[in-house]
């Protein structure tokens, strides 16, 4: 039980860590937006990711339950977030920025949908080709 403890501790610092350096890179490109893109991009592709992974574990068994307890609780729990994204639309919100608000509620949730259903089908056309 408790390297489970570890697997998921080594895999949510790395996700944290990750999470970081995206938002860092991607808050040199909006600088002057009001909008949050970097909480956005994380959320979208740790969706995008997640699907792929469920993808992969529904059609074989390439990813044992210590890599998904790594991959999906540690390291995507930690990547991606949604108190960041309570909070950015809670701001929007306080900030009379209600457009800002409601696409951010919109392009989060509806976008984090669709990228888990992408991710998902990538799986499954590769997995098509193997």
């Known amino acids: 039980m408790l390297i489970q403890y ?6 949510g610092s790395l996700g ?3 999470r970081f350096i995206v938002e860092v890179w991607i808050a040199e490109f ?4 009001v909008f949050p893109f970097g909480t956005l991009v994380v959320n979208l592709l740790g969706c995008l990711i997640i699907g792929f992974l469920f993808g992969i574990i529904a059609i074989s068994q390439l990813i044992g339950s210590r890599t998904r307890l790594m991959m999906i ?3 995507l729990g930690a990547f991606t977030t949604f108190s960041s994204f309570g909070y950015e639309t809670f701001a929007l919100i306080q900030n009379q920025k209600y457009f800002f608000a409601l696409v951010n509620i919109l392009v989060q ?12 089908a990538v799986s499954k056309m590769i997995a098509k080709w193997s």
């Open 73 to 75: 609780t540690g390291f």
């Open 6 to 11: 570890i697997i998921v501790g080594i895999g």
């Open 109 to 120: 949730v509806i976008g984090s949908l669709i990228a888990v259903w992408i991710g998902y």
């Open 30 to 33: 909006t600088r002057t937006s």
């Open 16 to 18: 944290a860590v990750s």
